[in-house]
């Protein structure tokens, strides 16, 4: 059962435009969501993360929305550059009863972004 | 600081062999995790320690053993590998466990024949 899943195996724009890669969860326990940006050859490295009591999240050209009742996040890259062209994977993870995570990701498939110039 | 690292970077087994793979941090994170990638599914959790002495199974743990005897290391062991662990497997860490930033190692890519 994939509790996180990105539906596009792929993503192609054009260098200035805009990225919008989309991820949707089942379980409503997650509560903190986070996307990961990855090299060929290389591991995943930290991009935008945000929490459920927020609907958005913003650091520089990358905004994450997130859509509760839909179980929906978003990411948004704008300037998209060809710098960005990777695989992106969505992850969620819960707080459990006690306040205190234990770091246990769930990932969805992952996008692969290309960026033209 | 070297980050998170991880040896090998390759390495190609016929099933029944043992093997394990080396994972070594030094930025004193209490938090450490083996994640295996998949094609089509993305990064799934095998197995995880929250302190030296202290493991826990993840989402995929069979066939996989895990210690922790000091904060800097975590090696994965495979005992009997198959070729159904054919994979690139990734150790990640973090200061603590809550903390949203894990820092992942660079990949072992495996191969089981």
């Known amino acids: 059962d994939q509790q996180v899943k990105q539906n596009s195996p792929s993503l192609s724009v054009q260098e200035g435009r805009i990225s919008i890669l989309n991820c949707d969860y089942t379980n409503s326990m997650f509560d903190y969501f986070l996307w990961y940006k990855k090299y060929p050859a290389e591991g995943p490295t930290f991009l935008i993360s945000i929490s459920s009591i927020k609907d958005k999240n913003e650091d520089g050209r990358f905004t994450v929305f997130l859509n509760k009742s839909a179980k929906h996040l978003s990411l948004h890259i704008v300037p998209s550059q060809p710098g960005d062209s990777a695989v992106y994977f969505c992850a969620a993870r819960r707080t459990n009863a006690g306040g205190t995570s234990y770091g246990k990701l769930t990932f969805g498939q992952g996008t692969i972004l290309t960026v033209h110039p | 600081n070297a980050g998170v690292t991880q040896t090998p970077k390759f390495q190609v087994l016929k099933t029944g062999q043992s093997m394990t793979l080396q994972c070594a941090q030094d930025m004193n994170h209490e938090y450490m995790s083996w994640y295996r990638q998949d094609p089509g599914m993305g990064l799934r959790l095998i197995h995880y320690s929250v302190g030296a002495g202290i493991t826990d199974q993840g989402e995929v743990p069979n066939g996989y053993n895990v210690s922790r005897s000091t904060t800097e290391d975590f090696p994965l062991r495979l005992l009997s590998a198959a070729p159904s662990q054919t994979s690139v497997y990734f150790c990640?860490?973090?200061?603590?466990?809550?903390?949203?930033?894990?820092?992942f190692g660079p990949g072992t890519r495996l191969t089981v024949l």
């Open positions: 990640a860490s973090s200061y603590r466990p809550s903390t949203d930033t894990q820092y």
